[in-house]
């Protein structure tokens, strides 16, 4: 157990890993979006109420719960990195903010598409996404204060702090953030509630939401191989990479 | 160890008096972006009752962020930074004991100087106690969630859009309860359970985050 | 005062600077009674080191014990013992160095004789203006005051001649060789010949960086 531990720690090995696994994640990844894509647009029946407006849920929840998982990835990895000063834990936490910054975004255009018919506006103070807009203004954050700091290592455990910062703060803005909106429209319907969702409409659902979830291993796999490139880029191992992968290329 | 808090703590309050001008310029700020309100929204005093609340807690979250581009980065220029890291009493410790100097010159004058601006947004002279009430519970939170920040960019000299970046999502939660709770009071509802949530919000960032602050000063320094 | 105890050592320490590497297998300690004088050519990492073995900086590899405890896990007990003054001053400039003085010295919780110090560091004439309205060698003075009314045993100084004048040197040379002769520590980073007793002294000059 220790053994393969330390040897996970060694960034070369690390990085080779990082390659193995990048395939086998990305390939299912695309294989299940198709299925879920196929279930969800052409197999699952149109809502009653929302018509076939409503399959953007395929798209949105599937970002959402990425958006947060990405987020708190980031904040263990890089508490393991402050604690045990592991400096690959770092690299995780470092690639895993374009990612999630990318989920919730898209999570975020996602809702705003789906008020369109739903409210006929393209923003409401709704609040889940108002604190996917707050979590998106804490990934920017996050990027800007590593992008702000020169050194590597101190890039890595000043935004480790603020990622540790920020995941004890999201349950705290998410509660403020749902009681502020229940003072302004008490009773009103959520509008990205799912409610009590049918087994045909909720399958393609549950795939998309697995193939997100490996469609974000790979990203975070090929984000691990540029960070440790990018960190060992003296380091004889990568010399030696760059020649016998880089002239056959 | 209370000795060196106290000793941190009339060090950071002498150096602000004797820098009275740093000093006042976070309350100038206040009292102007509270101005700016009904000059942009109208004189309908109406809409003035409305967003006061808000505008006043607004206008206190900037100004304790524009007091906090200092509150480490002279330290960590003339070096005193570094001697706090070197003590031998807990840094953790020594930092909340500026932190709190900084509530005192700053936090504490937007506390008093509020009743001004509640009657200047037109609000009853009876929503003063909760306005009042609202800002000493909440802009503790905002000074201890601000020194993280501060830490974390002290090292940084065009730090400060970046330190707004950082924080304001971070003060939502106090925003979002000191905000409503102040507009209950102005309305004479009961302002009890924000009062609560903002009250626990400032222990909690008062457990927490001075340990944060700790860390990132370290990560500066380094 | 059992002061023969008194150890800084390490071992195996590499000093990065972003992605260059500055020095690497550096090991050595300073023990009671002993000088240090690091030198070497700028940007060679002597500040580096010098903050590193203090627990300012993190080394990138090696270890750091003081008293035979790494000194991240024995941090109060070194800090206790030492006194570090880096190229700032550490002074406020908003307050005279009779304040800047006596804060140190509460955070310290010790009691020195402040006046015997600024007579000998010739700062009695300027004691309570503020040090910002001071010259750079009469804040390095009040900087150095407070190492030398520290008590402690370790001092940690880098380039500490910077700024002041040759009877300013001589007088440091004679307070660093008492320091010494009473079982004290001494680690500093300097360009000029440092003062000190060449017996009590080790001089490690460390190499340039091949780019």
Same mark, same amino acid.
């Given at each position: 157990m220790w053994n393969w531990f330390y040897k996970l720690a060694s960034p070369p090995h690390?990085?080779?890993?990082?390659?193995?696994?990048?395939?086998?994640?990305?390939?299912?990844?695309?294989?299940?979006?198709?299925?879920?894509?196929?279930?969800?647009?052409?197999?699952?029946?149109?809502?009653?109420?929302?018509?076939?407006?409503?399959?953007?849920?395929?798209?949105?929840?599937?970002?959402?719960?990425?958006?947060?998982? @990405?987020?708190?990835?980031?904040?263990? @990895?890089?508490?393991?990195?402050?604690?045990?000063?592991?400096?690959?834990?770092?690299?995780?936490?470092?690639?895993?903010?374009?990612?999630?910054?990318?989920?919730?975004?898209?999570?975020?255009?996602?809702?705003?598409?789906?008020?369109?018919?739903?409210?006929?506006?393209?923003?409401?103070?709704?609040?889940?996404?108002?604190?996917?807009?707050?979590?998106?203004?804490?990934?920017?954050?996050?990027?800007?204060?590593?992008?702000a700091l020169a050194e590597t290592r101190q890039a890595d455990r000043a935004s480790g702090v603020l990622a540790v910062v920020g995941v004890v703060n999201i349950p705290i803005i998410h509660f403020s953030v749902e009681w502020w909106n229940s003072l302004h429209q008490p009773a009103s319907l959520s509008k990205l509630e799912t409610p009590a969702i049918a087994g045909d409409m909720l399958w393609p659902l549950l795939v998309m939401i697995l193939a997100y979830q490996l469609l974000m291993l790979a990203l975070l796999m090929t984000g691990i191989r540029a960070q440790v490139l990018e960190r060992e880029k003296n380091a004889r191992w990568v010399g030696e990479l760059l020649d016998t992968t880089g002239h056959e290329a | 160890m209370i000795r060196a808090f106290f000793m941190v703590m009339r060090r950071e309050l002498t150096v602000a008096v004797r820098r009275w001008s740093d000093l006042v310029m976070p309350l100038v700020f206040f009292i102007i972006v509270c101005t700016l309100f009904p000059l942009a929204v109208g004189q309908d005093i109406e809409i003035l009752n409305d967003i006061g609340p808000g505008a006043i807690w607004v206008a206190a979250l900037l100004a304790t962020l524009l007091s906090l581009n200092t509150l480490f980065r002279d330290d960590f220029e003339d070096g005193s930074l570094e001697q706090l890291v070197l003590d031998k009493e807990p840094l953790t410790f020594l930092l909340l004991a500026k932190t709190v100097a900084h509530w005192l010159v700053t936090g504490l004058p937007l506390v008093v100087l509020s009743p001004v601006l509640v009657l200047a947004f037109g609000m009853p002279v009876t929503a003063i106690p909760g306005v009042v009430l609202t800002l000493l519970a909440g802009t503790p939170a905002l000074s201890l969630l601000g020194s993280v920040g501060a830490a974390l960019t002290a090292g940084l000299r065009q730090a400060s859009g970046l330190l707004a970046l950082l924080l304001l999502p971070l003060t939502i939660p106090v925003l979002i309860f000191g905000a409503r709770a102040a507009d209950m009071a102005a309305s004479g509802e009961s302002i009890v359970g924000p009062l609560y949530m903002l009250g626990g919000i400032s222990m909690l960032a008062l457990t927490l985050t001075p340990f944060a602050t700790a860390a990132a000063v370290r990560v500066s320094l380094d | 005062m059992d002061t023969a105890s008194y150890r800084l050592e390490w071992r195996e320490l590499a000093l990065w600077r972003g992605d260059r590497c500055l020095q690497s297998g550096l090991n050595g300690q300073?023990?009671?009674?002993?000088?240090?004088?690091?030198?070497?050519?700028?940007?060679?990492?002597?500040?580096?080191?010098?903050?590193?073995?203090?627990?300012?900086?993190?080394?990138?590899?090696?270890?750091?014990?003081?008293?035979?405890?790494?000194?991240? &896990?024995?941090?109060?007990?070194?800090?206790?013992?030492?006194?570090?003054?880096?190229?700032?001053?550490?002074?406020?400039?908003?307050?005279?160095?009779?304040?800047?003085? &006596?804060?140190?010295?509460?955070?310290?919780? &010790?009691?020195?004789?402040?006046?015997?110090?600024?007579?000998?560091?010739r700062l009695t004439d300027c004691a309570d203006l503020p040090t910002r309205n001071l010259s750079a060698g009469q804040r390095r003075r009040a900087a150095l005051a407070r190492v030398l009314g520290s008590g402690a045993q370790l001092w940690i100084l880098d380039e500490p001649f910077t700024n002041l004048d040759a009877a300013g040197i001589e007088w440091l040379g004679i307070r660093f060789n008492h320091h010494l002769s009473l079982g004290g520590l001494l680690l500093m980073a300097a360009h000029q010949a440092s003062q000190v007793d060449p017996d009590r002294e080790t001089v490690l000059d460390l190499p340039g960086i091949n780019a």
């Open positions: 690390f990085y080779r890993t990082a390659t193995v696994l990048e395939p086998w994640l990305f390939w299912p990844a695309l294989v299940l979006l198709a299925i879920g894509l196929y279930g969800g647009l052409v197999m699952a029946p149109a809502d009653y109420v929302q018509g076939d407006g409503y399959r953007i849920i395929y798209v949105h929840v599937p970002s959402s719960y990425l958006s947060m998982f @990405t987020y708190v990835t980031m904040a263990v @990895t890089s508490a393991i990195g402050l604690i045990w000063r592991m400096k690959l834990a770092f690299c995780v936490a470092a690639a895993c903010a374009p990612i999630g910054a990318a989920f919730t975004f898209m999570s975020l255009t996602t809702g705003a598409i789906w008020g369109q018919p739903m409210w006929g506006t393209w923003w409401v103070w709704d609040p889940r996404l108002t604190s996917q807009l707050i979590l998106f203004f804490l990934y920017l954050g996050y990027m800007f204060l590593r992008q | - | 300073l023990e009671a009674g002993q000088a240090l004088t690091v030198r070497g050519p700028n940007g060679c990492g002597k500040t580096t080191l010098i903050r590193t073995l203090c627990g300012l900086s993190q080394p990138e590899t090696g270890e750091i014990l003081w008293q035979g405890i790494a000194i991240h &896990r024995n941090r109060p007990d070194l800090h206790a013992n030492l006194a570090y003054a880096g190229h700032s001053n550490g002074l406020k400039g908003d307050l005279s160095t009779r304040e800047n003085l &006596r804060f140190a010295a509460v955070l310290r919780g &010790r009691h020195t004789n402040q006046n015997e110090l600024l007579h000998g560091l």
